[in-house]
């Protein structure tokens, strides 16, 4: 089962800042946090991962609190492709490394 | 870089044919590939984890005689469908990391659409 809990649908303004949260209480010390996007009718594609620390890079920036037991995925300036299913899962840095898929987040981006 | 390759994008085939699916990583090696299943509006399923060399590990509820699973080399898995049911339509999605990359993310195909007649 999934590890994380996030809203089922957010929308945001094309150019502001998208900030997608995401529970995830039960993380253990050996679990990433990753986060993955899906465009309609195409696979998943890898945004940002994180075991602790804050991460950035040119697509988006994570920001995992200090318990761990939350983060937040910020794309800084949404834009009309940013529009997608974004999901925050949770995965073992050891064993047998599959992801497993919650329900994930209907982002919109709103023109 | 880190590319997976799925071909065909998409399939239509008649009730009680068998289709194989292929995924290829492209630029790296993966000891461990993932087939995935997705039904319209929902997330996506994990149905197995194929294993380079060996027998595939399937998840509860998912037939292994029904989707047979071959992992040949260290850069292609292929999934096979077989004596496809129009319940079997589904959007087919494969996944690998290279093979020696601590805590590297899974990349995914672009998936295969079946539509069973």
């Known amino acids: 089962d999934a590890k994380t809990t996030q809203p089922t649908s957010m929308d945001c303004a094309e150019g502001r800042a998208a900030n997608l949260p995401c529970n995830h209480s039960?993380?253990?010390?050996?679990?990433?946090v990753y986060w993955y996007r899906q465009i309609h009718s195409q696979g998943p594609q890898y945004i940002i991962h994180g075991l602790k620390n804050n991460e950035t890079n040119e697509m988006a920036s994570l920001i995992i609190t200090e318990d761990r037991k939350s983060s937040t995925l910020i794309l800084p300036h949404a834009t009309l492709r940013d529009t997608a299913v974004y999901y925050c899962i949770v995965r073992a840095v050891q064993g047998a490394q599959k992801l497993v898929f919650g329900q994930g987040t209907r982002l919109t981006i709103n023109p | 870089g880190a590319v997976v390759s799925q071909h065909p994008s998409w399939v239509i085939c008649k009730s009680g044919t068998s289709v194989k699916i292929e995924c290829r990583s492209l630029?790296?090696?993966?000891?461990?590939m993932f087939w995935y299943r997705q039904f319209p509006k929902q997330s996506l399923m994990l149905m197995a984890t194929s294993n380079e060399g060996s027998k595939a590990t399937y998840e509860q509820g998912v037939e292994k005689d029904k989707f047979l699973i071959n992992h040949a080399s260290l850069t292609l898995s292929t999934l096979t469908v077989t004596s496809a049911h129009p319940e079997d339509s589904s959007f087919y999605i494969c996944?690998?990391?290279?093979?020696?990359?601590?805590?590297?993310?899974?990349?995914f195909g672009n998936g295969t659409r079946l539509t069973v007649t």
């Open positions: 996944s690998a990391s290279p093979l020696t990359m601590y805590s590297s993310p899974l990349h």
């Open positions: 039960t993380i253990s010390g050996n679990e990433y």
């Open positions: 630029d790296f090696q993966a000891t461990t």
